[in-house]
Nanobody
Framework: QVQLVESGGGLVQAGGSLRLSCAAS????????MGWFRQAPGKEREFVAA????????YYADSVKGRFTISRDNAKNTLYLQMNSLKPEDTAVYYC????????????????????WGQGTQVTVSS
């Protein structure tokens, strides 16, 4: 079992930056792939970014490519999402997710790939 707690959300003007963090606990010795998803009001949850356990594989949604950077620090059991050049359409609740894997290079790109979820953190971008 992995527990995930996000932080770092808030209100920012368009063009600004935020860094989200996700602290993982419960199975610090396990290997797990991680990702970020978001859900805007009235919309389905969508994929934002994913990273393998090794950190060597990363994937991004086209809508955030070039503006967001996913990273992780396994020594601290923490996942990050650096968000730059934020736009009003980035407004959403952001969730981190994790899944156990025996393959250090594995990344998951859909919600169904993940077993563990955080409670979410609100990001609001004003125009």
């Amino acid at each position: 079992q992995v527990q995930l707690v996000e932080s770092g959300g808030g209100l920012v003007q368009a063009g600004g930056s935020l860094r989200l963090s996700c602290a993982a606990s419960g199975r610090a010795s396990g290997t797990y792939a991680m990702g970020w998803f978001r859900q805007a009001p009235g919309k389905e949850r969508e994929f934002v970014a994913a990273i393998s356990w090794s950190g060597g594989s990363t994937y991004y949604a086209d809508s955030v490519k070039g503006r967001f950077t996913i990273s992780r620090d396994n020594a601290k059991n923490t996942l990050y999402l650096q968000m730059n050049s934020l736009k009003p359409e980035d407004t959403a609740v952001y969730y981190c997710a994790a899944r156990d894997t025996i393959r250090p290079s594995y990344t998951g790109l859909t919600s169904s790939d993940y077993a563990y979820w955080g409670q979410g953190t609100q990001v609001t971008v004003s125009s």
